[in-house]
């Protein structure tokens, strides 16, 4: 989390790559949304509309069957035999079949179901006046049959179903039309939406290759300043360290010339203070010949001097030459180590 919280605090050319992704990514998810959304709106407007269709289909199948039944009742009257009954007899079920499944189709719409009503009543009188000429011309009152037929009531019936069924289709036109306009207006919006996604995302994309392209140019650009960076860099290093080297060996050669011309008075100081101290000894031998015949003859001081003096002054001079002699080694021991390669 704390990467990720200094990656999008840092500018970078990567961050803004992710972040167009990442719009492109948010703008595909809203558009897939919004494409499902319109998809389940104009399935649901196809829907509706395919069941107004049904409706309305089943009105004018009323109005068909009611047609059918009205012409075998004609054709019994005229004839007098039962066969021409066969469509009043299959219009009679079909129609209650029909109007059954009409109210069905129209529950829990106010204004279609009040059509529908209507539409029963109108159907269910005519269907009630074919069925009186019928049994009257079945009991052989034909004439009153046919005289009831011309009174034009039948007509006034058959008038007011188509009226009805009129009214019905008419509704159901209207709310047809409205939901094609609405599903089509759907579509229109789905397309627009997927139009204006696809472009956008074009932009981002080309936006993320510009990006990209620069930040590859960038990477090449600094990648040739490191080279030369590294070159020069090498070039110091060859230098400071050729310098070094000059600079190791003069002192490799200094300590040698130094230890070396060191050492010449170094040894004739040793050699000179063994001189010293032999002479010394000597003279505390001749000292001790002349105690010993003429004791008045030697002073105190003076024994002191032969026999402590000089000798601590000597074993101080030697204890010193011998320490200087270590340390001269010491540095030529230093300068022959230098030319040894380091492991």
Do not use: C, W
């Amino acid at each position: 989390m704390a990467a990720a919280m200094r990656f999008l605090r840092t500018p970078s050319v990567g961050r803004s790559v992710v972040a167009l992704l990442s719009a492109a990514i948010l703008l595909l998810l809203i558009v897939n949304v919004t494409t499902f959304v319109m998809i389940q709106r104009t399935a649901a407007f196809n829907d509706q509309e395919a069941d107004l269709q049904a409706t309305r289909r089943l009105a004018r199948t009323v109005k068909i069957e009611l047609l059918n039944a009205e012409t075998g009742q004609r054709g019994f009257l005229l004839t007098g035999r039962a066969n021409f009954l066969a469509p009043y007899n299959e219009a009679i079920s079909e129609v209650d079949r029909t109007l059954a499944q009409l109210k069905q189709a129209a529950s829990g719409d106010p204004e279609l179901s009040e059509r529908v009503a209507a539409l029963e009543r109108s159907a269910g009188a005519k269907l009630n006046e074919m069925r009186v000429t019928i049994s009257l011309t079945s009991t052989g009152q034909i004439g009153q049959a046919i005289q009831r037929v011309r009174s034009g009531e039948g007509l006034v019936l058959m008038d007011r179903v188509r009226s009805e069924i009129e009214d019905i289709d008419l509704i159901l036109s209207d709310r047809i039309d409205e939901r094609t306009r609405r599903s089509e207006g759907s579509s229109i919006v789905t397309v627009l939406a997927n139009a204006l996604a696809g472009l956008l995302i074009i932009i981002l994309a080309g936006v993320s290759g510009l990006l990209i392209r620069r930040y590859i140019t960038e990477l090449a650009d600094a990648r040739m300043d490191l080279d030369r960076v590294n070159a020069g860099l090498e070039n110091t290093v060859r230098d400071r360290t050729a310098a070094l080297t000059r600079a190791n060996e003069e002192v490799q050669r200094f300590a040698y010339i130094v230890s070396h011309d060191l050492r010449s008075p170094l040894v004739n100081v040793m050699g000179f203070t063994s001189e010293l101290e032999a002479a010394g000894k000597t003279i505390d031998r001749q000292m001790t010949v002349v105690e010993t015949a003429a004791p008045g003859l030697i002073e105190a001081d003076a024994l002191t001097a032969v026999r402590e003096d000089m000798p601590e002054a000597v074993a101080f001079i030697r204890a010193s030459t011998e320490k200087m002699d270590r340390m001269i080694n010491a540095i030529l021991k230093l300068s022959r180590d230098g030319r040894r390669n380091l492991v």
